[in-house]
T-cell receptor, first 111, second 109 residues
Framework: SQTIHQWPATLVQPVGSPLSLECTVEGTSNPNLYWYRQAAGRGLQLLFYSVGIGQISSEVPQNLSASRPQDRQFILSSKKLLLSDSGFYLC??????????FGSGTRLTVV | KNEVEQSPQNLTAQEGEFITINCSYSVGISALHWLQQHPGGGIVSLFMLSSGKKKHGRLIATINIQEKHSSLHITASHPRDSAVYICAVKGRSQGNLIFGKGTKLSVKP
């Protein structure tokens, strides 16, 4: 079956610390992968998407970066977190049919 | 103006009531999604629509492509339906989704 794993579920990090969120998918190959962020009171916003290994497109300029070292692995990183990076981060992948599967999300609080 | 607008922003209903959540969009789309987000944050896909109407249990989703409008209906609402319902569209030339801000539904017993 097709599943997506995202961790950790919650994270509290101090300002200036690094970040690494990981997302892996199972049951498919060469998926399109996405990182979204939901800030308080706002809708989900696309941060990065990837159509293949090493291929990353960025939608929003910020101090975050993404990498896709393997076909089914998508990583969201930051070298130094800002207070404004707090939010809910969601990984997703899309099917050729157009359907989407979402991870369980990571709630990040930068203090 | 957001490309995807939902109304209402917040909705409180009594158990058993019929509920409607609306979504309007301004871009050409290949598909529209209705999603459910529970308090813990996890998102579940409810429907994917490109035309007409779909039904799953007590949930019904409709879309009018000409009017660029979709509705999500919940019949015989129940407290366990309490969640944030999100409308998202996939543009014709895009792979990613454009999300509405969501409608927070609270169903009281």
């Amino acid at each position: 079956s097709q599943t997506i794993h995202q961790w950790p579920a919650t994270l509290v990090q101090p300002v200036g610390s690094p970040l690494s969120l990981e997302c892996t998918v199972e049951g498919t190959s060469n998926p399109n992968l996405y990182w979204y962020r939901q800030a308080a009171g706002r809708g989900l916003q696309l941060l990065f998407y990837s159509v293949g290994i090493g291929q990353i497109s960025s939608e929003v300029p910020q101090n975050l970066s993404a990498s896709r070292p393997q076909d089914r692995q998508f990583i969201l990183s930051s070298k130094k977190l800002l207070l404004s990076d707090s939010g809910f981060y969601l990984c997703a992948w899309s099917l050729v049919s157009g359907g989407y599967t979402f991870g369980s999300g990571t709630r990040l609080t930068v203090v | 103006k957001n490309e995807v607008e939902q109304s209402p922003q917040n909705l409180t209903a009594q158990e058993g009531e019929f509920i409607t959540i609306n979504c309007s969009y301004s871009v050409g789309i290949s598909a529209l999604h209705w999603l459910q987000q529970h308090p813990g944050g996890g998102i579940v896909s409810l429907f994917m629509l490109s035309s007409g109407k779909k039904k799953h249990g007590r949930l019904i989703a409709t879309i009018n492509i000409q009017e660029k409008h979709s509705s999500l209906h919940i019949t015989a609402s129940h407290p366990r339906d309490s969640a944030v319902y999100i409308c998202a569209v996939k543009g014709r030339s895009q792979g990613n989704l454009i999300f509405g801000k969501g409608t927070k539904l609270s169903v009281k017993p």
